[in-house]
């Protein structure tokens, strides 16, 4: 037990505070009241990280399942639900955020500032950057005209290559969908993993995020119009 304790500083202190609590309640008088009430506070302060790391990690699980059911309903086409989720993902990391500064507060009150991550994030130049994707980055979709060349010896093999051609957009298209569609899967389970620790790169994740699903409704109109 011990040997578990002195890889996680915050428990160990926890520790200590409690057998100092037992240990105040034996004394009698006004020092050991003074020192109960002193590590009272310190137990109360230790409480409420653990409140913190609490949401920490049902956030970071959130998230993971937040990813997959992005997924899953832009797979699909259910445009109506990725708003919803994406909502819900930004209140996920609002609510961690200001969970993160009552972290630092309580560790500074604790005297315990290196402990924390709000004071040590990973400064903007030596950190991954969120990934970017526009419309010039995917597949080109072919022209209704690429297959219309001179050359055709019957109608019949021209109207071929034309049906040659919308298979080959209709393709394309799905695979427009997916690039996109396997983007925002990527930053979102980005943000489950790594997000609350650097409220910055959080920002940008989820404009990148709300840029990214405009795109994927514009590759979904396209590829109507083209069906039609």
């Not at 100092?20 to 034996?26: D, E, F, K, T």
């Not at 006004?30 to 310190?42: F, K, N």
């Not at 819900?88 to 507060?105: F, M, N, W």
């Not at 396997?182 to 920002?203: C, F, G, K, Q, Y």
């Amino acid at each position: 037990m011990q040997a578990e304790l002195e890889h996680d500083p915050l428990e160990t202190a926890r520790t200590h505070v409690g057998a100092l609590l037992h240990h105040a309640r034996m004394l009698t008088g006004e020092p050991g009241d003074v020192l109960d009430m002193a590590l009272r506070a310190t137990q109360r302060a230790f409480d409420e990280i653990g409140v913190c790391n609490k949401l920490l990690d049902t956030a970071s699980e959130r998230g993971k399942a937040l990813a997959r059911e992005l997924e899953d309903c832009l797979i699909t086409g259910d445009s109506a639900a990725a708003p919803v989720l994406l909502d819900e993902l930004e209140a996920l990391a609002a609510g961690v955020a200001v969970s993160e500064v009552e972290r630092q507060v309580v560790l500074r009150i604790l005297g315990m500032e290196a402990a924390g991550t709000g004071d040590a994030r990973t400064p903007t130049d030596d950190r991954d950057p969120v990934p970017r994707l526009t419309a010039a980055d995917l597949p080109r979709v072919p022209s209704l005209y690429d297959a219309e060349q001179p050359g055709y010896g019957t109608l019949t093999d021209m109207m071929a290559a034309r049906e040659k051609s919308a298979g080959q957009r209709a393709a394309v298209h799905a695979r427009r969908s997916a690039v996109v569609t396997e983007h925002m899967t990527e930053i979102v389970m980005r943000l489950a993993n790594v997000s609350v620790s650097d409220p910055a790169l959080n920002e940008e994740a989820l404009t990148e995020l709300r840029h990214s699903y405009e795109l994927w409704l514009t590759c979904a109109e396209e590829r109507r119009r083209d069906s039609s």
